[in-house]
């Protein structure tokens, strides 16, 4: 019987000691905020900046929207990064992905100054987890991280198996795991006989978007399964990347879609924002 790796609570709870830091910080007259910037009418993505805007009335960060057109340029979007880049009075800012193709999103997480990088796309974040120093952690690994922290799951020696190597889940999340003594592998779309690596993986992560790609006959008996996929079906139900009804049987921690990584990310995004907020103001290195 395994343990049902409750996102949403630990969400809950992070959000909560959040606000009380975001309290603390307006009694000494500072205020947190955070730009979002969304080119085009992404379904999906007016979702998730929805949810973010609500966490940051939740938390007490003030939330500012830039909606911008799938006409915009290149140069409107890295013009508009730029005054976000000087506001004094924004702390964080994120650029919602994807965006219309034709522009280049590498450029526009570039021009996002490290120091206002909530996200950790900026190149020189993503240079400082690789060598293991204090840095905006990108918020999906991150909240992994956590949940790991507050179930008492030590990744040391342990085989950690990631599905996905996409620069915003897989890729740091390579580094998180070896900065806590894993052994790590990394599988993609090219990787061959995936199911031989994964059924030797003592914590298993999922982020392809495959609905039900991890079915129990590929798992470890006991593993960690964390399920980062956000799969829409045919019925318009979300579902993970894995068959959690039946690799919950083999697991000894799983998390559950939704309810699991999601809530997550978005409180990791919260404190990231607080972490700029404090460092803006000199009261944290
Ligand atoms: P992505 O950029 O599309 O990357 C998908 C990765 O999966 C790629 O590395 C791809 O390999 C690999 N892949 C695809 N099919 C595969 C297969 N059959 N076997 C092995 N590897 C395969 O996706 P992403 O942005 O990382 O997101 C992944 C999933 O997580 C999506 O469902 C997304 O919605 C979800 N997500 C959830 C959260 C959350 O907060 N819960 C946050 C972000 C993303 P190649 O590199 O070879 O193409």
């Given amino acids: 019987m395994s343990v049902i790796i409750d996102g949403k609570e630990l969400a809950k709870k992070i959000r909560g000691n959040l606000k009380i830091e975001c309290k603390e910080l307006k009694s000494k007259g500072i205020k ?28 007490g960060i003030e939330y500012e929207e830039h909606l911008l057109d799938d006409k915009t340029t290149q140069k409107q979007l890295i013009d508009l990064i730029k005054q976000l880049n000087e506001d004094k009075t924004v ?15 590498s450029e526009a997480f570039r021009t996002i100054i490290p120091e206002k990088d909530v996200d950790g796309f900026n190149p020189v974040n993503v240079g400082k987890l690789v060598l293991n120093q204090d840095t905006f952690v990108s918020c999906t690994p991150y909240g992994i991280m956590k949940m790991f922290e507050e179930y008492n799951i030590d990744l040391t020696g342990k085989n950690v198996v990631i599905l996905g190597r996409s ?107 607080i972490k700029a907020t404090k460092r803006q103001n000199g009261m944290i290195d």
């Fill in 32 to 59: 947190s905020k955070l730009a979002v910037i969304m080119v085009g009418k992404d379904p999906a993505s007016k979702v998730y900046v929805r949810n973010k805007s609500r966490a940051c009335e939740d938390v």
């Fill in 91 to 105: 702390n964080g800012i994120l650029l919602q992905s994807p965006i219309p193709s034709n522009l280049d999103i």
């Fill in 167 to 273: 620069n915003i889940v897989g890729k740091p999340l390579i580094h998180c795991c070896l900065n806590r003594n894993a052994t790590v592998t990394t599988c993609h779309s090219k990787t061959q006989n995936i199911e031989q690596i994964t059924s030797k993986a003592d914590v298993l992560i999922s982020a392809i978007g495959k609905a039900h790609f991890v079915t129990e006959d590929i798992v470890k008996e006991g593993a960690v399964i964390i399920d980062v996929g956000i799969n829409r079906l045919d019925n318009g139900e979300i579902t993970g990347d894995v068959d959690f009804e039946n690799v919950k049987e083999k697991a000894s921690y799983i998390t559950p879609v939704p309810g699991g990584v999601g809530p997550m990310t978005i409180a990791m995004l919260m404190n990231n924002v």
